[in-house]
């Protein structure tokens, strides 16, 4: 079983709808959770934290249930440049700065 | 721009030689940390190294080695290229080791090994 699980996609969604991501993580431990986004051939950039009592940045929000394990993305109001592939990141329970990665989930916003 | 920086940016290479990968960390980072991302892949630790010491290592042999200097600048050196290390390579800098810190990538290195 991989350590962090995502849904491929894509998701292919018109300007304006609404969209979410979710990812599952393996290891109880895991103490910091991360969004980050990564376009096509770019290095990844962090998007936001993930704390346990959710949290906002403008048009995104970020849950994690950690009896259930479970992460999620919300992104309103989707814009042609939330086009990219979104990363579901936990940092190691033995090493707290090692960081270990989803494979991603690719968001395609058509006008 | 995230201040970190690799070189170089794009490298081909044959099966069985050796590269050697270079990264600046961001001023005020002392942590710097390799990862290998493959195509279609979430990219994978490969090591940390904090204070001129490997802090944290992954599942890769260790035909993978490092090291970091005292400007906190970095080298990932891979020996004995196979198909399979063709990847992007990705280093990211932080300001300490422990505990999950915020770390920013470079702009990756892209080895073809054929």
């Known amino acids: 079983r991989k350590e962090v699980e995502q849904d491929p996609g894509p998701f292919n969604v018109p300007e304006g709808a609404t969209v979410a991501f979710n990812c599952t993580y393996s290891n109880s431990a895991s103490q910091s959770f991360f969004w980050y986004r990564q376009d096509c051939r770019k290095e990844p950039k962090l998007l936001m934290s993930?704390?346990?009592s959710g949290n906002e940045d403008g048009r995104f929000t970020a849950q994690l249930n950690r009896a259930s394990q479970y992460i999620s993305l919300l992104i309103r109001d989707s814009k042609l440049s939330d086009s990219a592939t979104y990363l579901c990141?936990?940092?190691?329970?033995?090493?707290?700065?090692?960081?270990?990665f989803g494979a991603g989930t690719i968001l395609r916003v058509k006008s | 721009e995230t201040g970190v920086t690799q070189s170089p940016t794009h490298l081909i290479k044959t099966r069985g030689q050796q590269v050697t990968l270079r990264c600046s960390s961001q001023s005020g980072h002392n942590t710097v940390s390799w990862y290998q991302q493959a195509l279609g892949q979430g990219p994978q630790f490969i090591f940390q190294y904090y204070r001129e010491e490997e802090n944290g290592r992954g599942n890769f042999p260790p035909r993978f080695s490092g090291l970091q200097f005292p400007n906190y600048s970095s080298e990932l050196n891979v020996n004995a290229l196979e198909l399979d290390d063709s990847a992007l390579y990705l280093c990211?800098?932080?300001?300490?080791?422990?505990?999950?810190?915020?770390?920013?990538f470079g702009p990756g290195t892209r080895l073809l090994v054929l």
């Open positions: 993930v704390y346990s």
């Open positions: 990211a800098s932080s300001r300490a080791s422990g505990g999950a810190k915020t770390q920013y």
């Open positions: 990141v936990v940092n190691d329970a033995e090493y707290g700065n090692k960081l270990v």
